[in-house]
């Protein structure tokens, strides 16, 4: 006895030992798979904290600024230092050199010696400051930039905003999902109940087998539609994960539901309303960094005036200075003719000014066509959901009638499972224009940049 028992331990233990890894691995498996639950506000917040295109966003202003500080040249002097070591028998070098370091005496005149010399070192330090003075292109260019750098900054918001937007659509989404699926399996269970009870009538001969294999067959319909909407549902779930910086592993579940008709107001018409949000702002500066492009341009064939100045230093030795000298002075320059280059950059400017501009009014005739198409939106979303819910109501009092008449054997399956799948269908369409009543809503906040709900 001792000696089976015995036996069935070192059994069990080296199943053990064969199940161990797959045991560690599902333990490792569940540990992975993390679970987050988040309001709409946490997971917009997050979504600010964390989005790529945000982050890519923010970048694109950090590289404008820093071409934006480039233009305090056009104010700023430019101070430089060189050091040179020459050794050279050019002639007219090895004087010249030698006059820089103050050291000329009789003998190099000597005509010899001017024209065939020995090579001759020379070591110098220069010190040069240049300081612009009128350049009016160059202003206007810097304008330009200041413009494309407000044009960024607005651009940004309005990436925030549409991340917000998305945020919005996914968590809706997922709210839609889950009560789709929510009531897919309500209805599964009630048509697991019909199958069952076709099946007891049908297995006692009160019901024909054409009706018992209409109740078996809609209940694997709801079973694959369930199927499909689980599958759509952990899509979303991966999509919103995404925008939220997570990774899509990570199982996102709401704790809010959907906005009904009374958790928001909208009391005027807004489509009446300007629209005023950050990408028209956006695009705005844009065109007034063409313009000033255009100006600067123009202001190109205006001269340009700057200042410069040098001290320097040069010795015959290495790192000797003995001998120094300044040179100070203005310079103006004024390109008269270009060959046409500088008429063909105004050309050039205009045209894009005139590109910026059309695509400003495309862009507004654009927002408002967003408007009128939310606001239509609404207030089909508005309808449709008393709509449904007359429906649901209806359609809950039917399948309650036909199933005690069905229970009493005086209604088809046909019947009871038709008038079932009004009721389902009807729950469906509810939930999908409260989700399009709550999109409607959120669109219109984007493109207006108000709060139309009533938190």
Known sequence: MNSINSYVLKLCLFAGLLLMPSILMAQSSMADKQELSISLQEAMELALEQNFSIEQAEHDVEATRAQYRQTNAVFLPQLSFEYNAISTNDPLNVFAFKLKQEVVSQQDFNPALLNDPDAYENYSAKFEVRQPLFNPDMMMQRGAVKSQLNSVNEQLQGTKNHIRYQVRNQYYSLILHIRQLDVLESALQTAGEHRRQ?????????????????????????????????????????????????????????????????????????????????????????????????????????????????????????????????????????????????????????????????????????????????????????????????????SSEDVKIRSNRFKEGMARTTDLLEAETKLAEAKLKNVMALYKYNMSIAALEMLLEQDFTNQ
Do not use: C
């Open 198 to 394: 076709a099946q007891n009538f049908f297995e006692e001969g009160l019901l024909s087998k054409e009706d018992f294999l209409a109740a078996r067959v809609y209940e694997l319909e709801l079973e694959s539609r369930k199927i499909n909407s689980e599958n759509e549902l952990n899509s979303v779930r991966e999509e919103i994960a995404l925008l939220l910086g997570l990774d899509g592993s990570v199982t996102i579940s709401p704790t809010e539901d959907l906005y009904g008709i009374d958790d928001a107001s909208i009391t005027t018409d807004v489509t009446q309303i300007r629209v005023n949000n950050a990408q028209t702002r956006a695009i705005e500066q844009r065109v007034k960094a063409a313009e000033r492009m255009t100006k600067s341009a123009t202001f190109s064939f205006l001269p340009k005036i700057n200042l410069f100045g040098s001290y320097e230093y040069n010795d015959p030795d290495f790192a000797s200075f003995s001998a120094n000298s300044y040179m100070i002075g203005a310079n103006l320059r004024w390109n008269i003719f270009s060959g046409f280059s500088q008429a063909g950059k105004v050309q050039e400017a205009r045209a894009n000014y005139n590109k910026a501009r059309s695509m400003q009014e495309s862009h507004r005739f654009e927002m408002e066509n967003q408007v009128r198409r939310a606001y239509r939106s609404l207030e089909h979303a508005e309808k449709e959901l008393e709509l449904t819910e007359e429906a649901i109501k209806q």
